[in-house]
């Protein structure tokens, strides 16, 4: 069989494949008594139909089982000999097979990029301060009992307060036209809460239930509805209910309905170990983002299409299961909001791709290995993040075929460690 290879750019290749006609002839010759055996042409009985009206009945099947099944056969005995290593389905461009004759085609693949290693220790990296204080504590505390408050309607009397809940209607007319948006029935809005626009809110403040109020409000420039955005709107909003939060005092019983805690005390320790580990994770993400950029911009090269498609469709999927999380269906995206969210996902695979393949020589040159305790260590963690036996999570995985892409996940992120205790770190 005659190989060669072409360059088409630092990650792609052309194979051109030429098989002799007496090698393609064996297999044809192959193809055709196993179709005699079972064959039932007119004239004859199954399995008794000479070779030739077999040849010239099933010529056509005969070339499409040499295609789909010995073509692909002939290129990986290609590839192995020539040491080309493609890392998706190739791209047949030319195809020349005639019975008798050579088989010939060409083969577009894409390969790994080749690339030198540059420096990769001692990169520059700031570090921001992880230390929890007694403020960031009571802050976090004081999210927990807005979470658990009772939400209670008010004096009749009582005028409307920040942090209060107001249950509104209201209707919003540009120069006396209704606009998008810009009306609703029975909308909860908590008043310094945010949701909307800071002007809108602090109108209602001073508001009583069964209160009808009309008042103007001019949006942003930089306003996401076009058709309001620097305009003066007029509003009209009438008051249905008005509650406010009772917040829950700060004790034992507390500690044990928010934190699974015996006391006050131990609540606010399992606190700030929770605020330590997050901030821990947030500053290695940091670090590595500094990391990934340093690598990017010293190991410049063509990244693999296949890689970028397949991580884009990896980033797609897990943005899609994040708004379902949130509650939004992707689906009900309109055309042009999908093509937003699929392009602005394009660059992030791009950068993700470029740095993996970075790591990934790394982690050969420093022969760093997931190794068995490894890989037990993250069934053990991923058993307690869902409350289930290890035994069960390693059964999933296994049955998914999984466990070579997480050992993958796991050897990657030994890598990101090792670059980060190399790094030379400063203060943010």
């Known amino acids: 069989m005659k190989v060669s290879v072409n360059t088409v750019t630092g990650c792609t290749k052309e194979v051109l494949v030429e098989v002799p006609a007496d090698k393609v002839q064996t297999k044809v010759d192959e193809i055709y008594r196993r179709i005699s055996q079972d064959a ?52 047949i461009t030319e ?60 004096e009749e009397t ?26 609703a029935t029975r909308y909860s809005v908590v008043l310094g809460g945010g949701n909307m626009l800071k002007d809108f809110e602090d109108a209602l403040i001073g508001m009583k239930k069964d209160e009808t109020k009309t008042f103007k409000l001019k949006f942003p420039d930089d306003y996401f509805g076009k058709q309001v955005a620097g305009k003066e709107v007029d509003f009209t909003v009438v008051v249905h209910e008005l509650k406010e ?26 606190i700030e170990e929770d605020i330590k580990a997050r901030r821990a994770a947030e500053q290695r993400a940091k670090l590595t983002e500094q990391i990934g950029d340093q690598l990017i911009k010293d190991h410049a090269f063509d990244v693999p299409e296949s890689l970028v498609d397949a991580e884009q469709k990896r980033l797609i999927q897990q943005g899609v299961e994040r708004m379902r999380h949130q509650g939004v269906d992707a689906n009900k995206l309109n055309e042009e909001q999908k093509k937003d969210f699929v392009e602005k996902m394009r660059p992030i695979a791009l950068r993700n791709v470029h740095i993996a393949l970075i790591v990934e020589k790394i982690s050969d040159k420093e022969n760093i290995q997931c190794e068995p ?56």
């Open 40 to 91: 039932k042409l007119p004239g004859f009985r199954k399995g008794k139909a000479p070779l030739e009206a077999i040849r010239k009945e099933y010529k056509s099947n005969v070339r499409e089982q040499i295609l789909q099944y010995e073509l692909p056969e002939f290129f990986r005995e290609a590839v192995k000999t020539e040491k080309v290593d493609p890392i998706a389905q190739p791209r």
């Open 95 to 154: 195809l020349n097979f005639e019975e008798g004759s050579p088989l010939k085609f060409t083969a577009r693949v894409e390969v790994k990029p080749e690339f030198d290693l540059k420096n990769y220790k001692n990169i520059k990296v700031k570090k921001d301060e992880a230390a929890v204080s007694e403020a960031d504590v009571d802050k976090t505390l004081e999210g927990l009992r807005d979470q658990m408050a009772q939400i209670i309607p008010v």
């Open 158 to 183: 009582r005028l409307a307060k920040t942090g209060d809940i107001l249950v509104i209607d209201f209707d919003g007319q540009l120069e006396g036209k209704p606009f998008e948006g810009g009306k």
């Open 245 to 270: 939060k009772k917040l829950p005092m700060v004790d034992n019983e507390f500690a044990k309905d928010v934190g699974k805690c015996e006391t006050v005390a131990e609540l606010r320790q399992k």
């Open 373 to 428: 305790k490894d890989f037990e260590d993250y069934i053990v963690k991923m058993a307690k993040n869902v409350n289930q036996p290890p035994d069960v999570i390693k059964r999933y995985i296994q049955q998914q075929g999984n466990q070579e892409s997480i050992q993958d996940w796991i050897r990657y992120e030994k890598t990101l460690d090792f670059l980060i205790a190399e790094a030379k770190t400063e203060a943010a």
